[in-house]
């Protein structure tokens, strides 16, 4: 079980992923293509922690919505979901995704794309066989944004945040462990109070005081 007192890095390599390939050079204009934007440039590129806040985003998705971090960090839990169709890991690790999710219906998700333009077309027949409506962030459009939460560009990444803008869980690959320590993270996360301490035990070991 993965345990945030020890080296995240470590524990991000023995684990199970697809190694995402670098996004392909001069892609086609696609209509669910999200108009990219600069990115903020005061948030150092860094190994998410478990002791500090999530960094900051501010993203638009395919669907032509933004999302600021500002609006969450601190006061709401949220969900990052790093994916791509080619990733064989993912097509076991999103049904236990899903049907977590599929338990806090009003905790907002935000499904991130590894896929470059090859594979970019597939993405929408991809979200409807594993049930996932969430908005989608094309990795490729806001680097500094998915390298700041996937730092090893991997797939599957999972990562709960709790209302005090610090993780709750973080999985990358897949386990048969992985479904209770997800249920459970969610769980979390949504009773976490916002003024609430760094979480830096095992999502499955309930903290005190909830």
């Known amino acids: 079980m993965l345990r945030f007192h020890g080296a995240l890095g470590l524990a991000l390599l023995t684990l199970t992923a697809c190694a995402a390939a ?21 948030e150092p590129f860094r190994v998410l922690s478990p002791k500090e ?9 395919t669907g032509d919505r933004v ?5 969450w960090v601190g006061s709401q839990p949220f969900v990052l979901v790093f994916l791509a169709t080619w990733c064989r890991v993912c097509e ?21 794309s590894l896929d470059d333009a090859e594979t970019w077309d597939a993405l929408p027949r991809f979200l409807a066989r594993h049930r996932l409506g969430q ?3 094309r990795g490729s459009a806001f680097p500094r944004f998915a390298l700041s939460y996937d730092p090893l560009q991997t797939v599957p990444v ?10 709750v ?14 249920a459970a993270a969610l769980e979390i996360a949504r009773r976490m109070p916002a003024d609430a301490p760094p979480f830096l035990d095992t999502p499955d070991a309930e903290p005190p005081g909830l």
Not at 24 to 40: C, F, K, Q, S, V
Not at 98 to 109: G, I, Q, S, Y
Not at 158 to 167: D, E, F, P, R, S
């Open 135 to 137: 908005p989608v962030i």
């Open 158 to 167: 999972i990562a709960v945040v709790g209302k005090n803008g610090y993780l």
């Open 67 to 71: 999302f600021d971090s500002s609006a």
């Open 53 to 61: 806040r999530v960094p900051s985003f501010r993203v638009r998705s």
């Open 169 to 182: 869980d973080y999985q990358v690959g897949y386990s048969p462990s992985h479904a209770l320590r997800l």
């Open 22 to 42: 670098p996004p392909a050079a001069g892609g086609r204009t696609d209509p669910l293509e999200p108009r990219a934007e600069p990115e903020p440039t005061t």
């Open 92 to 112: 076991m690790k999103l049904p236990m995704v899903t049907d977590a999710l599929a338990e806090h219906p009003d905790l907002p998700v935000l499904v991130v």
